[in-house]
C-alpha cells in the first residue's frame, strides 16, 4: 500500500484483490490514542513527539488534502468502503510505534527530555511557537476526524498549515525542533520488526478463533520481506501479493516461490535491455511531474541541512560570511547533483520517475553506466538556478525529449515498467492461483 493515493482507484484494486476472503486485516493501531495517550507520549518522549507532529503537519497533511480529501490513509478508507460493500470486517493488528513510545523506559526519557532541552535553550521563543503549532496543526486535526468531522478536521489541519507558513515568515519556526522530525523515521525504522511478530500473531490468532480460510492484510512494503519471514513460523501462506504504485495501476502477482518474497516489490529494478529509446518516449506531463517530485524528495532535507550547516559554519568558523556563503550555494548543488546521479546509476530512475513510470537509458536502451549518469546531471543545478526554464524547454522541442545533460550523455528518458521480477505476470482479476494456496489461512500483502 502507499498512505496517499486516489481513493477511488486504491478502493478499485482492492475491492479486485479481495475475490472470495472472509476478513480484511490492516496495519492500523488496534485502539487509536486518545488524549491521556498523548499526554504520556509528550511527557515521556517530547522531543519525538513534538518532531513527529512536525513532520506530518510539513510534508504528510498538505499531500493527505491534496490527494485524500481527508485526514485518513487512503487503504485505510478504501478497505471500509469494500467491507461495507462485500459485507466484510476491517480488523486493525498493527501497534502503532506512539504506542510503544508511550511506554518508553528511563534511557529514551532522558535522551529525548536532553535533546528537548537543548532546542529550548537554543531557541526558546521559537521552540515554544513551534511546540504549539505542532500540538495544534497536528494533533487536533486528527482528535477531530477521530470524532467523524472529516471536514472540521480538514479544516483544522488549513489552520495549522497557515498557522506554520506564519511562523516561517516571523522568523519563529524552529529548524531543530523540525529535525527532532526524523527521530520519527528512525522510531518506525526501530519498530519495524516488532510490528511485524506483533500483526502475524493477532492475524493468526484471529484467523484461528473465527476459521477463516483466507484472509486480506492491507500492509505497507517495506514489512513484506519481514513477515514473509515469519510467515511459515506461523503457518501462514501467501498465494498473492498486489504491489502498488503512487497514482497507477498496480499489479497482482500470483506466480512466484515462497523465497522471492521479501523481496517482491522492493527489489532492485530488473536489466532495462527491454526497454529501447522506440519503447515509448516519456510523456511531457510525467516528466513534469517526476521533476515536482524529485524536488521535494530532495529539497525538503536538503533545506533542513541547508540551515543547519550554515549555522554550524557561522559559529565555527573566523570568517562566517565566506564559509556560510560557500555552504549556501556549494551543498544543494551537491545535494541534488549526488541524488540524480546515485539513483539513475544504480536503479536508472529517481523517486520522481519511478512513480510516473520513467526509465534513464542509453542509445541502446541499456542501463546508464556511472559516469553517462554523472555527465547526464553536471548541468542540473545549472537548469535548477533558471527553474528548468532552458532544459524544460529543450525536452519539449527536440525530437526524443533530451535536455543538455542527456545530449552530452547520450541518454533518453522511456516511459518503462521495471517495479517486478520479470517472471511475475500481473493477474488483474483479483483470482488465487498459487500451489500454495490450499495451506490455511492465507495472508495477502497490498
Not at 490527494?67 to 460493500?85: G, I, K, Q, W, Y
Not at 500483526?199 to 492491507?218: F, G, H, K, P
Not at 535536455?403 to 483479483?430: F, I, K
Amino acid at each position: 500500500m502507499i498512505h496517499i493515493d486516489r481513493l477511488s482507484k486504491v478502493t478499485r484494486e482492492l475491492e479486485a484483490f479481495v475475490g472470495d476472503s472472509e476478513t480484511i486485516f490492516i496495519e492500523s493501531p488496534t485502539d487509536s490514542m486518545g488524549l491521556r495517550q498523548y499526554g504520556s507520549l509528550f511527557a515521556r518522549v517530547p522531543a519525538y513527539a513534538f518532531g513527529a507532529l512536525l513532520l506530518q503537519l510539513a510534508i504528510y497533511t498538505p499531500l493527505f488534502l491534496l490527494f485524500n480529501r481527508d485526514l485518513l490513509p487512503t487503504e485505510l478508507a478504501a478497505a471500509r468502503r469494500v467491507a461495507d460493500s462485500n459485507g466484510l470486517s476491517v480488523q486493525a493488528v498493527d501497534e502503532h510505534p506512539n504506542e510503544t513510545l508511550s511506554r518508553a523506559g528511563p534511557r529514551l526519557i532522558v535522551l529525548n527530555w536532553l535533546v528537548f532541552g537543548v532546542v529550548g535553550w537554543l531557541e526558546p521563543v521559537a521552540t515554544a511557537a513551534t511546540a504549539a503549532v505542532a500540538v495544534g496543526g497536528g494533533l487536533v486535526p486528527i482528535l477531530i476526524r477521530r470524532r467523524g468531522h472529516r471536514y472540521g478536521g480538514l479544516a483544522a489541519a488549513i489552520c495549522g498549515l497557515g498557522l506554520a507558513g506564519w511562523l516561517v515568515a516571523e522568523g519563529l519556526w524552529s529548524v531543530w525542533l523540525f529535525c527532532c522530525g526524523l527521530l520519527f523515521v528512525v522510531v518506525i525504522v526501530w519498530t519495524l520488526d516488532h510490528r511485524n511478530e506483533v500483526m502475524l500473531d493477532r492475524i493468526e490468532e484471529r484467523s484461528t478463533e473465527a476459521d477463516y480460510d483466507e484472509a486480506v492484510l492491507v500492509t505497507g512494503k517495506a514489512h513484506l520481506g519481514g513477515l514473509a519471514s515469519l510467515a511459515s513460523g506461523q503457518e501462514l501462506a501467501v498465494p498473492r501479493v498486489h504491489i502498488s504504485r503512487w497514482l497507477r495501476a498496480g499489479t497482482t502477482i500470483t506466480d512466484f516461490e515462497p523465497e522471492d518474497l521479501p523481496t517482491i516489490g522492493r527489489k532492485t529494478l530488473a536489466p532495462t535491455n527491454d526497454l529501447t529509446p522506440n519503447s515509448g518516449l516519456g510523456p511531457l506531463a510525467r516528466r513534469v511531474g517526476a521533476a515536482v517530485v524529485d524536488l521535494l524528495v530532495v529539497g525538503i532535507p536538503t533545506a533542513v541541512l541547508w540551515v543547519v550547516f550554515a549555522v554550524v559554519a557561522s559559529i565555527a568558523t573566523s570568517d562566517p560570511t565566506a564559509t556560510v556563503g560557500a555552504v549556501l550555494i556549494g551543498f544543494p548543488a551537491v545535494m541534488v547533483v549526488g541524488y540524480h546521479v546515485l539513483l539513475e546509476w544504480r536503479f536508472g530512475t529517481t523517486v520522481g520517475k519511478r512513480l510516473f513510470g520513467l526509465v534513464v537509458v542509453d542509445r541502446a536502451g541499456d542501463d546508464i553506466s556511472g559516469r553517462s549518469a554523472l555527465a547526464r546531471n553536471l548541468l542540473r543545478p545549472v537548469s535548477l538556478l533558471g527553474g528548468y526554464l532552458v532544459g524544460g524547454l529543450l525536452v519539449a522541442v527536440t525530437s526524443r525529449h533530451q535536455h543538455l545533460g542527456d545530449r552530452l550523455a547520450g541518454t533518453v528518458v522511456v516511459a518503462g515498467d521495471r517495479s517486478t521480477d520479470s517472471s511475475a505476470e500481473p493477474d488483474d482479476t483479483g483470482t488465487t492461483e498459487s500451489a500454495q494456496s490450499n495451506q490455511p489461512p492465507a495472508a495477502s500483502n497490498s
